[in-house]
């Protein structure tokens, strides 16, 4: 299976119409993001029965698992089960909990014969600012403690970052074209941008050097899921 560029947030708690957005949406966009809200409603077995319904499609499980190595490491053993394309990690965890989280995706990859998930790494939530962030003791530039914490995440050896649209251009300079840019807050042009503040259309994004977009409520919220999604995928140049 190849990477889709866009993975949609289903953000529901509600099995029934993930379900049904899973097989309106896997097949056109090849992608979906399932997160806590429906993870802590329905564990595995709900990621399971909704990929079911979508054959073929890649699923990134942003659960932003963050505790000592060895239960991390233990966590995404057991998320491998559902076999995820992508899964995350605060990079707060720090270099130890990042590396002992990627060595237990590959040995439970080998162990299950699947394709090792690729292991993200969130840096600082897009709903921190420099008050939140001295607040946590990580002084008070947002933009050089991303670029921190992404370093890191290459060190460690994980694939990539889960980055704002305005973070892609320097991250991209600084860690290479090989790393994994997953940006969410993506608004096709003429959508509502509801809650999200720094948002960039799919074009400008990919043009700026993401690798992947996370598209949520511009699809799940029209009125034809399917024919939203299409609209994107066409849009895309
Ligand atoms: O509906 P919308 O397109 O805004 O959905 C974006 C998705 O990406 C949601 O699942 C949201 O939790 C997630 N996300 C985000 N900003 C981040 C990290 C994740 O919007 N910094």
Known sequence: MTTPTIFCAIDTPDLDRAKTLAAQIGPVT???????????????????????????????????????????????????????????????????????????????????????????A?????????????AVGQGDDVAAQVIRLATLTQESGLDGVVCSAHEIAPLRNRLGPAFTLMVPGIRPAGTESGDQK?????????????????IGRPITGAADPAAATQMIVESLS
Do not use: Q, W, Y
């Open 30 to 120: 090849g992608g979906i993001k399932l997160g806590l809200e429906f993870f802590c409603t329905h564990g595995p077995d709900g990621v399971r029965r909704v990929m079911d319904e979508a054959p073929d499609t890649a699923l990134f499980l942003d659960l932003k698992f963050h505790d000592i190595p060895n239960t991390v490491a233990a966590a995404l053993r057991t998320v491998a089960k559902t076999r995820p394309a992508f899964v995350n990690v605060h990079a707060a965890g720090g270099a130890e909990m990042m590396r002992a989280g990627r060595e237990a995706l590959m040995d439970e990859a080998v162990r299950l014969n699947i394709t090792p998930p690729r292991l993200l």
């Open 122 to 134: 969130v840096t600082i939530l897009t709903s921190f600012d420099a008050p939140t962030l001295s």
């Open 198 to 214: 720094r948002i960039m259309t799919p074009d400008e994004a990919l043009a700026a050097g993401a690798s992947h977009l996370v």
